[in-house]
Every structure is written in structure tokens, then in C-alpha cells.
């Protein structure tokens, strides 16, 4: 079990809806939920100014989004879609459709894994968006569920536990949980602690070798160190 300490605090627009996000350089790539209100975004990390934007069509529930090369994907909540942009102008190039609810998206260089809520990992072609192989989260006692936003970390995966303080770092050869990271008190906002404005939102940033996070509508994004639990 880790535990946190803040290194640095940048601002976030406290409107956005964080479904998914990933660091670029010195940009962030932020894809927003709620039905009329979804949008993908990539803003300047330092400033949080937005760069550019596309809003989805006012049916669909914006989720996970992850940069892979120069293309960007986004999936859909409930309508078994998931769109692609281009890297550079965010301007849509396609869509896939899948059999599943769309939650968190990321990507291990080769292929997409995507969580549905459950405790599922599933591992997508990139190219086609078919799935290859699946893997289900769990630990010591048992299936870990509610898996939400990920990111793809020097080898594991890092999903955000849908209505939880928590973060689950999974094995994404097994589904196997390699351990646990508690964000208790990092936002000290009680308004923003329950649903529908929970933790959710990880990225990595490579620079600094650091866990970013931030949660829906939270108005920063920490950057922190993971501090080990003493044991008693």
C-alpha cells in the first residue's frame, strides 16, 4: 500500500468532467463526460489554457482517451463507440464500434486496454479495435470491480476505482494487483469527495517520473511522489 506527497500542484478547469487523460510534452489531452457537455481537449500544462477542443455530438457520454503515435482515441459511455482524432489538429478521422460499456482507455505501445466498470481489462488491436486478449483484476480476496480511468506505467496499469480514494496498479499480464496507492486527503475539498465528482483522471509524467491525478470537476491536478505505508 503507498500513500502520497504532493511535489507540485497545477491548475485545472474545475468545469471539466475528467474521463480520460494523458501527458504529451508539456500539453495534456483530456476527454470530459456528460451528455452535451463532452469534449476532447489538449491544454498547456503550466497555464491550463485550453489549445484546441472538439466537442462530441450532443448524444454521446464522453470517456477514456489515450495518444498512441499521432493518433488519439476516445471512447463513448453507452453507444459502443470510440472515436479517433489526429494527434496535431484534434480533428476526427474515425470511429470503431465495440460490444461493451467504454470507461478508461490506455495503451501499452502495442495495444489498446480498455476497462467497461467491471473488473475487466480487455486488450485491443489498435488498427481495428477488435479485442485480443482479456484480463480480470484482482487480489487476495478477490475480483476488483468499478475499474475507471488508466494509464499504462513502466509496465503495469494504473486504474482509478470508480466512487474510491483508491488506485490499482495491476499486473496486465494476469490482472494480478501488484499493489495499492490510498489518495485519501489529497483533495481537502469535501464537495468534490462524493459522487458524482470523485477521483478520476491519471496520468504519467515521464519528465519527472511522477503520477499525475486529479478527479472530476477538481479544480487542480497533483503531481506527488507514492510513499510507502509503514507497516505495524
Known sequence: MFGFKVARIYPHDASSYTEGLVKVGRSMFEGTGLYGQSLLMEWDLESGKVIRQIALPASEFGEGVTVMGERVYQLTYLSNTAFTYDRSTLT?????????????????????????????????????????????????????????????????????????????????????????????????????????????????????????????????????????FART
Open 92 to 228: 476526427r478521422t474515425g470511429s470503431f464500434t465495440f460490444g461493451a460499456q467504454g470507461w478508461g482507455l490506455t495503451h501499452d505501445g502495442t495495444h489498446l486496454i480498455m476497462s467497461d466498470g467491471s473488473s475487466a481489462l480487455a486488450f485491443r488491436d489498435p488498427t481495428t479495435f477488435k479485442e485480443v486478449r482479456k484480463v480480470y483484476a484482482h487480489d487476495a480476496v478477490g475480483a476488483v470491480g468499478f475499474l475507471n480511468e488508466l494509464e499504462y506505467v513502466e509496465g503495469a496499469v494504473y486504474a482509478n476505482v470508480w466512487q474510491t480514494p483508491y488506485i490499482a496498479v495491476i499486473d496486465p499480464a494476469t490482472g494480478a494487483l501488484t499493489a495499492w496507492i490510498d489518495l485519501t486527503g489529497l483533495n481537502p475539498d469535501p464537495a468534490r469527495l462524493t459522487y458524482p465528482l470523485v477521483l478520476n483522471g491519471i496520468a504519467w509524467n515521464d519528465e519527472t517520473r511522477r503520477l499525475m491525478v486529479t478527479g472530476k470537476c477538481w479544480p487542480h491536478l497533483w503531481e506527488i511522489d507514492l510513499v510507502p
